[in-house]
């Protein structure tokens, strides 16, 4: 009986745990879980939203966040997002279509942004 009570909450710990890291999955958009892909690409979409220096993008069928390199150190030390990025990523608007330069650390990282057709203008 003792060693079924092991089993049991044996099983019962790897089930909480896989449970856990589904939900830290699902949690971060920005950070896909077990990527095996390539390294760097490019990627071609309409923006749907490019706020707090994170873009996202929706082209093909499939949506992808990005987020600009870290540069420096930790933030007390000067560190942050690349500000050139941010820059670039501010002045970006909702349904404009861009061609995202980027790599794979962590999480997608924008390398560089390129707007191919601006979004129309709203009629006031």
């Known amino acids: 009986m003792r060693k079924l009570t092991w089993l049991m909450s044996g099983l019962m710990v790897m089930a909480v745990s896989g449970w856990m890291a589904h939900a830290e999955e699902k949690a971060d958009p920005n950070r896909p879980a077990n990527y095996t892909g390539p390294k760097e690409g490019t990627f071609i ?4 939203s490019a706020k707090e220096g994170r873009l996202v993008v929706t082209g093909k069928g499939e949506t992808r966040h990005f987020m600009p390199h870290w540069r420096g150190g930790m933030p007390n030390e000067g560190g942050g997002f690349d500000k050139a990025m941010l820059e670039k990523l501010s002045k970006l608007n909702p349904g404009d279509t861009v061609e995202v330069k980027w790599s794979f650390d962590e999480r997608f990282r924008v390398v560089e942004v390129k ?7 709203k009629a006031d």
């Not at 707007?115 to 203008?121: G, Q």
């Open 115 to 121: 707007v191919t057709k601006a979004a129309p203008k």
């Open 45 to 48: 979409g309409e923006v749907s």
